[in-house]
């Protein structure tokens, strides 16, 4: 079950790296560097798969690695003590320290709300909001970070129609913009105008 679980989580991680990535459907172009934001990153699934398909983008991850308890998110086998976080964040420089070196990969290990002031307006292609996924952070989350985008940038979440994560859609709803759902579990929403920069 939590094998099944597991392959399909990295099945719906590779749909976001497509969606993100190069293709009709995206804004990102492989020739060109692009920079985006993870809010969320744990293990590194999504950030390893970026890091290795685009070899020209810079990809931040923001995430305190430490152990943190909504009750919304009880049931989604994230319950880690703190030793094991310490763990993922080692085992993270140790496997991606080339990444790490060359800048192409920077881990900011602190909350979404604090690292937000790390990251200047209209300076980032895309952001990925997969942190804390109660209602209430999921609209800071998004809030927070829109104006990081750049005109044209995109920004898309994970577990929007999962059941043991509903507020996600709550949070994506009131944000009142037009959004995609892709493969059940995704949403994405586009910066088209230049003034977009509040929601
Ligand atoms: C679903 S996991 C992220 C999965 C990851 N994107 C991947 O590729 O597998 C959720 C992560 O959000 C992090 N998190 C929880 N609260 C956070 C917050 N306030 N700011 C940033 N990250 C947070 C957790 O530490 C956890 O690592």
Same mark, same amino acid.
């Given at each position: ?81 703190? !030793? ?7 085992? $993270? *420089?140790?496997? /991606?320290?080339? +990444?790490?070196?060359? %800048? ?18 209209? !300076? ?7 942190? $804390? *996924?109660?209602? /209430?952070?999921? +609209?800071?989350?998004? %809030? ?56």
């Amino acid at each position: 079950m939590l094998k099944r679980r597991k392959q399909r989580h990295m099945i719906e991680l590779l749909h976001l790296a497509m969606t993100l990535g190069p293709g009709k459907q995206s804004p990102l172009d492989l020739n060109n560097n692009f920079t985006g934001i993870e809010i969320g990153v744990e293990q590194g699934s999504l950030a390893r798969m970026m890091v290795g398909m685009f070899k020209n983008c810079t990809w931040h991850g923001v995430d305190p690695w430490t152990e943190y308890g909504a009750v919304e998110y009880k049931s989604y086998d994230m319950e880690y003590a703190q !030793s094991r976080w310490n763990q993922m964040w080692s085992e $993270l *420089h140790r496997e /991606l320290r080339k +990444e790490i070196e060359e %800048r192409r990969l920077v881990l900011h290990r602190t909350t979404s709300d604090d690292g937000v002031i790390i990251f200047d307006n209209a !300076s980032v292609d895309l952001v990925v909001v997969d942190g $804390l *996924h109660t209602a /209430l952070q999921t +609209e800071r989350d998004i %809030r927070n970070y829109w104006p990081k985008l750049r005109k044209g940038g995109r920004m898309c979440g994970h577990d929007i129609d999962n059941e043991v994560t509903p507020g996600v859609r709550r949070a994506v709803e009131a944000c009142r913009r037009p959004f995609e759902v892709r493969t059940g579990y995704l949403w994405v929403m586009d910066a088209k105008e230049a003034d977009d920069a509040q929601l």
